[in-house]
């Protein structure tokens, strides 16, 4: 979903990027997960914290992605190899999201093979690969108009679903989504620590959607012939139009990560054209520079990071070192040993991502970019 070429590349979209996956595998990774900082944690249900911006950041740059891959393709012609390259993709991605479900495929402390049966079948990178899939099909077929009447429209349909769908209930039991995954996937293939409802669910994919064509929409633009200062100035103008409606939209449809509220989407779409439209202007137009390295080192090989940073911790998780976990033992010996367990915690999880720069870090410094 990068650019094609080097030149072409924009900084800040890679930062952007970077920081963004670097924030996901941050907050994925405490020493513990009983004691953490407030805005390392999600929101419990209704409302927001920074780490609730993450996922809807990265499906937002996925939709950016879309114009910049895909753009010359639809001025020279879609053939049947656009199609099949695009489900292809979003095959793979979804492959990936399930690989990480079924990591790593024992359970070698009951001594068993893992029980199909209770494989969550839906995740981040399903997410992904379904935004993907719906956004680039979009993109191919319709124009930019339509591409937000669909984006609005879809926003919509969500809203009406779950408010007369589920008689209004928007509680985590009670809530239309969760009843969908219920009715589907089944308790079996959901979220464990739900079980009600999946976080990456079926019918709440539908507002993700619009998330990712967002991005389109903004990536779209990013191509046009205006000029920086006008590009800038359109995502704050553009940025701060939406976090106002979505908090509007707060009232009568509460900012819900869990369930992906519509009032959601807008309210992070506009905190993403904000948040670009900032970096746009410090890196691409002043040219502050310098302090962006580790971020482009992570944006680049984002999905590398994300795959690779999941399998190492389930291994941290499984190896035994005595009678506690690899991870444990780290956390327990080299920084519960000289901090509060609330710092401590936190300082493992900046270790653990600084790890993955080093790791990235080879990997960037031979041009090796590991793309799907």
Request: charged share 15%; aromatic share 18%; with cysteine.
């Amino acid at each position: 979903m990068s650019e094609t070429t080097e030149q072409k590349r924009l900084i800040s979209l890679d930062v952007f990027r970077g920081m963004t996956i670097a924030g996901m595998v941050l907050v994925n990774n405490p020493g513990t997960w009983s004691t953490i900082y407030t805005p390392l944690k999600h929101a419990e249900w209704h409302g927001w914290t920074p780490t609730d911006m993450i996922f809807p950041f990265f499906v937002f740059i996925m939709g950016i992605a879309i114009p910049i891959a895909l753009g010359k393709r639809l001025e020279q012609g879609v053939t049947n190899d656009v199609y099949w390259k695009i489900i292809k993709r979003s095959l793979i991605i979804f492959g990936l999201g399930l690989f990480l479900a079924t990591f790593p495929f024992y359970n070698f402390t009951k001594g068993e093979w893992l029980d199909l049966s209770t494989v969550r079948i839906m995740g981040v990178l399903q997410r992904l690969a379904l935004c993907y899939l719906f956004s680039s099909f979009i993109f191919l077929w319709f124009n930019w108009k339509n591409q937000a009447y669909i984006a609005v429209i879809l926003l919509l349909l969500y809203w009406v679903l779950m408010l007369y769908g589920g008689n209004g209930d928007l509680s985590a039991a009670g809530n239309f989504s969760g009843y969908i995954d219920r009715l589907i996937l089944t308790e079996n293939h959901i979220w464990r620590s739900a079980k009600v409802y999946d976080p990456e669910g079926l019918l709440s994919t539908i507002p993700a959607i619009s998330s990712c064509l967002a991005g389109v929409l903004c990536g779209t633009f990013l191509k046009t012939n205006r000029n920086d200062y006008e590009k800038v100035s359109a995502f704050f103008f553009f940025g701060v139009s939406l976090i106002t409606i979505g908090w509007a939209w707060d009232f009568f449809f509460p900012i819900n990560k869990p369930i992906w509220t519509s009032s959601y989407v807008v309210f992070m779409a506009g905190q993403s054209l904000c948040f670009l439209g900032f970096c746009y202007w410090l890196i691409d137009i002043k040219g502050y520079k310098a302090w962006t390295k580790p971020f482009v080192i992570f944006g680049v090989n984002a999905l590398a990071l994300f795959v690779g940073s999941g399998v190492m911790a389930r291994l941290f998780g499984i190896i035994k070192v005595g009678d506690v976990s690899l991870q444990q033992f780290i956390f327990k010996n080299f920084f519960l040993s000289w901090a509060s367990e609330i710092n401590a915690s936190l300082a493992y999880a900046i270790w653990f991502i600084l790890l993955w720069l080093f790791l990235m870090w080879l990997l960037y410094r031979k041009k090796i970019y590991i793309k799907v």
